[in-house]
């Protein structure tokens, strides 16, 4: 740290009295500063130190003054007790007293509330409150200060009190100091960093000491001692640093914890204020002998480099270590003055005032960032420039280079015959690594630190600026006085080149032969012997590692990815194709590595080709290099032939075409021109070929048409090359019907396959006269036949029966097919029968009539059923062999006929609440049903309907016994559930009825009557049933 005076003034009063200052403060744009001196408030430019103006209002000292946040005013305090309120224009506008002289003052960062305080009391005031607000205390105010949000304002006393208090004045927090009244409270700041978690306030008093406590009272830190009566403390914009100065007559630089840095000036009295320009590096000093000196502050850079490891100071006593390509960090707090830094490998060597600390890495990993303290070397040395090697320190004082061991024994000393200007370590085994050094009188030496002599590398006329070393140690690259980058070779001490404009030089550790130099504002890369690239950088360039140059701006070090395109192109444009590739290697953009790739296989290097399109993973030309690669295995040579297929892979066609004629192989081009499609130039290139070749290179620019979806030029030209298929798939698929019947038409009838296509095409786009006209014209009655059954146009196709009988199955089984799934089975049933198809037919009915009964339709059911007796009769009319089963079929369906007529009025009471059924009628009908189920029950008609019918309809005409005898049937069924109560209840009243019938209730005829008792099994005289003695057959009924 280097304090530079900016302009210094001293105050007087007309007598040519020193006018004691007593305190500063800055405009908030620190373009002014405020200065209280005598009984006057100064106000000076702070860019120059020119007063601007006196303001004169009070009549006694003024011992403080403070400026608002926002600029619009500021205040002063006197002796004469009173505080006045100047505007930013320099106007006063309100003044207020206190019973006692004003000590101090200081506005509210966020309210701009002004408090200000006196010996017994302090007061609280505001612009938008018309009286001030007051409150006593029991010792007098030296000082005060608010919190960075303004919620509370701290006091200090002469008691050795801070008295923290909030913005009504009620104390919160009393924080008392060990020496009590005798170690007053001279001077407090709170610290104005945003990034400290805790308001942290700095505390001075005359017991000289310095102490931290966070707002709740509580003491950060131990106690600084130091050794004069503080006057003022005052915090840098940020709360990096503080400024401190009293009767030391200096002002001192301390960090934020209190540990001193050095001394900002030396004063010939007491400072007894001192304050830092807002978001500056500026400090101004006020005196007791009326000096104002204002200072510039310059913190010079400490830091150290190798490769990708930077370490540099922060905050004065702290050191980072930043790695540059992983960006990780970690700070080592030293807490004291960090003076020097060094690093090499895992080494890390930090100068503090007092000793030397030596670091070293946890592990070897690369990117291992954990430093532990190996060595410390308890001594205190002067020097200007700090090496650390191995197992060595390197101390270099001027023209003397000392090699100290890590436990502080000096092993050798080297004098030089002029000052040294720089000093590098370039590696080397541990314990002997070798130092680099460059003199002031030009001189460039190699030491070993095992070796007490130098050796002189080569002597230049000019003083030594920066230097650097080939990867090789073939090379020296050197920055002179001039600004001037001169390259030597080692070995013959001839310089290769020179450059001008260059602060700063490195070689780049992963490629021979490059270096980078940087000066006025660019960044200049310069391969082998070819011209410099340039590009805009700020900043000096400390390291080159592949593509990354590290490059130091101000205090930070930033590694900045540069493409090393520029040097890969000069190396193209020679075809060093090889030299190009090491470049690329380094760091080039994918664009880069495909024109390096390009160009190397247009080179026929096909090895560099190969790796540069590996790394843009590229197949199509690796695909390319390895068939090359595999024909020249095979013994082919031809380079022409070659060169022409990378040419067509590129899109350079018609050199390819030129160098594929040239070699003999026209074929090869005829095939690249097709395949892309180029059919003009094809036929350019066919002027003088073959009518055949003409043919398939019309046949291939029709497949192209087709497959780039432009279906009518390829159908039109697959026409003219005769490929008549393909051009009807194509019209086909696009439903271009005029196109295909114009097509169809010209077609000959022998052509049956596009013909037969072009009908199925109309077929599909529903345009069946069309389809009609093909087959016609093809002659294929049957497709014809199919074709109208398909539509469902009947007519024309019983037309077509009427004169093609045999083709009537074709027909008239789709349209029975077709009317049964319409629901028209009775018609399909009569198609089924005039198709022949007795079988479908039969099965139609059953179907039917299968269908009836499970509706319940049992009407419908004895129809379909004397429908099938019929149809049984009819078979056995024409069919000898089928004449006696389909007979007994016939009987069986006349019955099941009969059966479901009957139950179909017996099922019509059982479910309806009416019946148009007579009694009698309904009695006869059950009666008959009764008798004839005998074993198998015809699926759908109950017993169980029939008997309860019988039962309710004898016991209704009077015939009890019949009616006794269908209920004790009944027992022996499953009754439904809606019928159990009902015919318990008959049952139990049919009991007491008489035990016979009635007989005269019967009106069925006399015949009928016979015939129930007979069925009863009892007779009306009581004697045996006739029918045991008689034996004629009986047909029992039910009309």
């Not at 744009?29 to 303001?55: C, E, F, K, M």
């Not at 540990?259 to 590096?281: A, H, M, Y």
């Not at 059911?861 to 062999?881: F, G, K, P, V």
């Amino acid at each position: 740290m280097r304090a530079v005076p900016t302009w210094i003034d001293k105050v007087h009063d007309r007598d040519k009295v020193e006018q004691c200052i007593y305190d500063l403060a800055f405009k908030p744009d620190g373009s002014q500063l405020i200065v209280a001196a005598g009984n006057r408030v100064l106000v000076y430019d702070t860019a120059d130190g020119t007063l601007i103006q006196p303001l004169k209002g009070h009549k006694d000292t003024v011992y403080c003054v403070a400026y608002a946040k926002d600029g619009k005013r500021f205040a002063s305090g006197s002796a004469d007790k009173s505080i006045i309120i100047w505007t930013s224009k320099l106007e006063g506008i309100l003044k207020y007293t206190h019973n006692d002289s004003i000590q101090c003052v200081a506005y509210n960062p966020v309210t701009h509330q002004l408090a200000s305080c006196s010996s017994g009391d302090f007061g609280l005031w505001s612009p938008e409150q018309k009286s001030v607000s007051k409150h006593k205390v029991n010792s007098k105010i030296t000082c005060c200060g608010w919190t960075n949000d303004g919620q509370y304002l701290a006091l200090g006393m002469m008691s050795g009190v801070v008295s923290i208090r909030n913005k009504n004045g009620e104390e919160k927090v009393k924080i008392e100091r060990p020496g009590g009244s005798s170690s007053p409270i001279w001077s407090i700041a709170w610290n104005p960093s945003k990034d400290e978690h805790h308001d942290i306030l700095a505390v001075a008093d005359w017991g000289q000491k310095l102490s931290f406590y966070q707002l709740s009272g509580k003491q950060i830190g131990k106690d600084r001692q130091l050794n004069f009566d503080p006057c003022c403390v005052s915090y840098f914009s940020k709360g990096e640093y503080i400024v401190m100065g009293g009767s030391d007559k200096q002002a001192s630089l301390y960090t934020k914890d209190g540990v001193r840095l050095g001394t900002i000036g030396e004063q010939n009295s007491w400072v007894w204020t001192c304050r830092v320009k807002p978001d500056s590096n500026y400090v101004v000093v006020g005196c007791q002998d009326g000096t104002i000196a204002f200072f510039q502050l310059i913190f010079s850079t400490v830091h150290g480099l190798y490769k990708d490891r930077y370490a540099y100071r922060d905050s004065m006593t702290d050191v980072i270590v930043q790695h540059l390509i992983t960006e990780q960090k970690v700070r080592i707090k030293c807490r004291e003055l960090v003076k020097k830094i060094a690093i090499y490998r895992s080494r890390l060597a930090i100068q503090l005032p007092e000793k030397i600390l030596i670091y070293e890495l946890y592990s070897d990993d690369s990117s291992d960032m954990h430093y532990r303290v190996k060595e410390k070397i308890c001594k205190r040395f002067e020097c200007n420039l700090l090496v650390v090697c191995s197992q060595h320190i390197i101390l270099c004082q001027e023209k003397r280079l000392q090699c100290l061991s890590f436990t502080s024994v000096k092993e050798k000393e080297w004098i030089m015959e002029s000052l040294i200007r720089y000093i590098k370590v370039i590696g080397g085994p541990p314990g002997r690594e070798g130092l680099l050094v460059g003199l002031k009188n030009g001189a460039i030496l190699k030491i070993f630190v095992d070796n007490p002599f130098p050796i002189t590398l080569l002597k230049q006329n000019t003083s030594v600026r920066c230097l650097d070393m080939s990867t090789s140690r073939s090379k020296l690259a050197v920055v002179d006085e001039h600004n001037t980058c001169l390259v030597y070779d080692i070995h013959t001490k001839e310089l290769l080149f020179q450059e001008p404009n260059a602060n700063s030089v490195a070689w780049n550790t992963q490629c021979e032969d490059m270096l980078c130099f940087s000066g006025s504002g660019y960044l200049n890369i310069k391969a082998s012997n070819f011209p410099v690239h340039q590009q805009k950088l700020q900043g000096f360039v400390v390291g080159y590692n592949g593509s990354k140059i590290f490059c130091l701006h101000v205090y930070s070090m930033a590694a900045v990815e540069v493409p090393q395109s520029a040097p890969m192109y000069q190396y193209l444009e020679k075809r060093m194709f090889k030299e190009a590739y090491q470049i690329a290697c380094l760091g080039v953009t994918d664009s880069d590595w495909r024109d390096l790739a390009t160009e190397a296989l247009e080179g026929l290097d096909f090895d560099t080709a190969k790796k540069a399109f590996i790394r843009v993973r590229d197949l199509r030309y690796l695909e390319l290099i390895n068939s090359i690669e595999e024909r020249k295995k095979r013994g082919e040579s031809n380079t022409e032939l070659f060169l022409a297929d990378v040419y067509a892979y590129q899109g350079k066609f018609h050199e390819a075409a030129k160098l594929y004629k040239k070699s003999g192989h026209d074929n090869r081009a005829l095939t690249m021109y097709t395949d892309l499609r180029m059919f003009e130039y094809a036929k350019d290139f066919l002027a003088t070929a073959d009518p055949k070749d003409t043919k398939l290179l019309m046949k291939k620019q029709a497949d192209w048409a087709k497959n780039s979806k432009e279906p009518r030029a390829a159908a039109d030209m697959y026409l003219t090359a005769g490929e008549n298929m393909k051009a009807i798939e194509i019209i086909g698929e696009h439903g271009w019907v005029d196109m295909l019947i114009d097509l169809a038409r010209k077609l000959d009838k022998a052509e049956r396959e596009p013909l037969a296509r072009c009908a199925e095409f109309f077929k599909k786009l529903d345009h069946h006269g069309y389809a009609a006209e093909t087959y016609s014209k093809m002659g294929d009655l049957k497709a014809l036949v199919q074709l109208h059954v398909e539509a469902r146009h009947w007519d024309e196709a019983f037309s077509l029966v009427e004169k093609h009988p045999q083709y009537k199955d074709d027909v008239y089984v789709p349209y029975a097919q077709w009317l049964a799934e319409n629901d028209r089975f009775e018609e399909a049933q009569k198609a089924f029968h005039k198709a022949g198809r007795q079988a479908e037919a039969v099965k139609v009915l059953e179907q039917l009539t299968h269908n009836a009964v499970v509706e319940s339709r049992f009407n419908d059911a004895s129809y379909y059923y004397w429908m099938l007796s019929m149809q049984c009769l009819d078979i056995a009319r024409d069919n000898e062999e089928k004449k006696e089963e389909m007979l007994k079929k016939f009987h069986s369906f006349q019955h099941l006929a009969e059966l479901y007529h009957v139950y179909h009025s017996i099922h019509r009471y059982m479910v309806e609440p009416f019946s148009s059924n007579m009694p009698e009628t309904l009695f006869n009908q059950s009666r008959f049903l009764f008798h004839n189920l005998n074993k198998d029950i015809p699926l759908g008609i109950s017993k169980v309907y029939t008997l309860y019918a019988l039962a309710k309809q004898s016991k209704a005409l009077g015939a009890y016994k019949v009616a006794r005898h269908a209920f004790e049937k009944l027992q022996g069924l499953k009754i439904p559930a809606r019928f159990e109560e009902s015919m318990k209840l008959s049952c139990l009243t049919i009991r007491s009825k008489p035990y016979h019938d009635n007989e005269f209730r019967v009106t069925a005829g006399p015949e009928a009557a016979r015939n129930h008792w007979v069925q009863a099994g009892t007779h009306p005289e009581g004697g045996a049933s006739p029918s045991q003695g008689d034996t004629r057959s009986h047909i029992h009924s039910h009309l």
